[in-house]
């Protein structure tokens, strides 16, 4: 019985081993003294200046240091020690999603002044060894300066020059993006390197219930990539939005903001006719700081909707004999006559056979709390929840109304 369940196990690791996507950035380089020798075991020290998170290595025989899983944000301060040798330091440093900044230093003997020498250099954004297709990067501060109408992140995507923004339909009454020209079905979205979507289908979860993927509140950078050839990354075709949420720092900090849209602020479409009536109102915060200076933090935030949309359902108004010419499979003398048994039998209110309100509420709650464990080993635990309801519409599946 043994072989069998073994062979299982490794059936099922590919599985287990699926793509988890990039969630954070990289810093590497090469140190040398002032005559372009490389230096071995020299000490490299990565500080977060917001949080006081820490990560330390040793350049190698090579004189070449790498740092991986690096947070992105910052500023970072990055310190260069070596015995016998000055301390460097560059201060202000702030790392992308994804981004794989390139820090070279050279040390110069601590017994010897010499005159201050400035090198500048300016690496090409599009021609890098660090790309692996066309990306866009949206910072969290141009998600918090940009308008949102709808405060999601489809809109954020559009920012892309690859990604255009699809109309809704039945299916998917919330839109979707489109990457490359390909499906919107092919897409892949991740937050904090877990897939947030249908894995067959490719759709994002709610579906009808329109709630957000993730609040723009928790939101901190925004990677929007199409089909990049990056190993990292599967589990689609077409592009991926990539997303990290954000963490609490040393200071606290939080926000609020309320949204509210109505058919009432909209003018009249290019052929004069008035906007529909419905009725928007969102509104939540977030809030973040330290529970533990340099060594544990949190970070909340809550983004509450309410939507009042109209919901035109299967219109009842055929009084053409009471011949079903559209279609809709109830009479509309045997629509009336069932309301009147509810109202004057069972004392029931029977609604009205055209157009009504539909409400579309829901609610988004992420919650995370950072540990620094030691220097570099950082633990993390997160929760999001997301709830969305739209019960109180009619619909129409596979031809019938339900």
Same mark, same amino acid.
């Given at each position: 019985?043994?072989?069998?369940?073994?062979?299982?196990?490794?059936?099922?690791?590919?599985?287990?081993?699926?793509?988890?996507? @990039?969630?954070?950035?990289?810093?590497?380089?090469?140190?040398?003294?002032?005559?372009?020798?490389?230096?071995?075991?020299?000490? @490299?020290?990565?500080?977060?200046?917001?949080?006081?998170?820490?990560?330390?290595?040793?350049?190698?025989?090579?004189?070449?240091?790498?740092?991986?899983?690096?947070?992105?944000?910052?500023?970072?301060?990055?310190?260069?020690?070596?015995?016998?040798?000055?301390?460097?330091?560059?201060?202000?440093?702030?790392?992308?999603?994804?981004?794989?900044?390139?820090?070279?230093?050279?040390?110069?003997?601590?017994?010897?002044?010499?005159?201050?020498?400035?090198?500048?250099?300016?690496?090409?954004?599009?021609? *890098?060894?660090?790309?692996?297709?066309?990306?866009?990067?949206?910072?969290?501060?141009?998600?918090?300066?940009?308008? *949102?109408?709808?405060?999601?992140?489809?809109?954020?995507?559009?920012?892309?020059?690859?990604?255009?923004?699809?109309?809704?339909?039945?299916?998917?009454?919330?839109?979707?993006?489109?990457?490359?020209?390909?499906?919107?079905?092919? *897409?892949?979205?991740?937050?904090?390197?877990?897939? *947030?979507?249908?894995?067959?289908?490719?759709?994002?979860?709610?579906?009808?219930?329109?709630?957000?993927?993730?609040?723009?509140?928790?939101?901190?950078?925004?990677?929007?990539?199409?089909?990049?050839?990056?190993?990292?990354?599967?589990?689609?075709?077409?592009?991926?939005?990539?997303?990290?949420?954000?963490?609490?720092?040393?200071?606290?900090?939080?926000?609020?903001?309320?949204?509210?849209?109505?058919?009432?602020?909209?003018?009249?479409?290019? @052929?004069?006719?008035?906007?529909?009536?419905?009725?928007?109102?969102?509104?939540?915060?977030?809030?973040?700081?330290?529970?533990?200076?340099?060594?544990?933090?949190?970070?909340?935030?809550?983004?509450?909707?309410?939507?009042?949309?109209?919901?035109?359902?299967?219109?009842?108004?055929?009084?053409?004999?009471?011949?079903?010419?559209?279609?809709?499979?109830?009479?509309?003398?045997?629509?009336?006559?069932?309301?009147?048994?509810?109202?004057?039998?069972?004392?029931?209110?029977?609604?009205?056979?055209?157009?009504?309100?539909?409400?579309?509420?829901?609610?988004?709650?992420?919650?995370?709390?950072?540990?620094?464990?030691?220097?570099?080993?950082?633990?993390?635990?997160?929760?999001?929840?997301?709830?969305?309801?739209?019960?109180?519409?009619?619909?129409?599946?596979?031809?019938?109304?339900?």
């Amino acid at each position: 019985m043994r072989r069998p369940l073994l062979l299982l196990a490794f059936a099922s690791l590919p599985r287990l081993l699926d793509a988890q996507g @990039v969630t954070s950035a990289a810093i590497q380089g090469t140190v040398a003294d002032e005559h372009g020798a490389t230096l071995a075991g020299v000490f @490299v020290q990565v500080t977060n200046a917001l949080d006081g998170r820490r990560w330390e290595v040793s350049t190698r025989s090579t004189g070449r240091y790498l740092l991986e899983d690096v947070e992105v944000g910052g500023p970072y301060r990055i310190e260069v020690r070596a015995v016998g040798y000055g301390s460097e330091t560059r201060n202000g440093i702030v790392l992308a999603l994804g981004q794989r900044l390139l820090a070279d230093f050279t040390l110069r003997p601590a017994t010897v002044e010499l005159a201050l020498v400035v090198v500048r250099a300016t690496a090409d954004a599009v021609l *890098n060894a660090g790309r692996t297709g066309p990306s866009e990067i949206v910072s969290a501060a141009r998600i918090a300066a940009l308008p *949102n109408l709808r405060r999601d992140f489809f809109t954020l995507t559009a920012l892309s020059p690859q990604v255009a923004i699809s109309p809704s339909s039945g299916s998917a009454p919330s839109g979707g993006i489109t990457s490359g020209g390909q499906n919107r079905l092919l *897409n892949g979205f991740q937050i904090d390197g877990g897939l *947030n979507g249908d894995p067959f289908l490719g759709r994002l979860p709610g579906r009808e219930t329109l709630p957000r993927p993730i609040s723009l509140e928790a939101l901190q950078p925004l990677q929007v990539m199409a089909a990049p050839f990056d190993i990292r990354f599967g589990g689609f075709t077409g592009g991926v939005a990539n997303a990290v949420t954000k963490s609490g720092t040393n200071a606290v900090h939080g926000s609020v903001f309320g949204y509210l849209a109505d058919g009432a602020l909209v003018g009249r479409n290019a @052929v004069g006719d008035p906007a529909g009536d419905f009725t928007t109102w969102q509104y939540g915060g977030a809030i973040g700081g330290p529970i533990v200076r340099d060594r544990a933090h949190y970070f909340l935030s809550f983004d509450m909707q309410h939507r009042v949309v109209p919901d035109p359902g299967p219109l009842i108004t055929d009084t053409a004999g009471g011949a079903d010419t559209i279609s809709i499979g109830i009479r509309y003398a045997s629509a009336t006559r069932f309301q009147d048994i509810l109202r004057n039998t069972y004392a029931l209110d029977p609604g009205t056979l055209g157009p009504s309100n539909g409400r579309v509420p829901a609610a988004d709650v992420f919650g995370k709390i950072t540990l620094q464990v030691g220097t570099n080993s950082h633990l993390e635990f997160s929760h999001h929840y997301t709830d969305g309801d739209r019960s109180g519409f009619v619909q129409r599946v596979y031809g019938q109304y339900t």
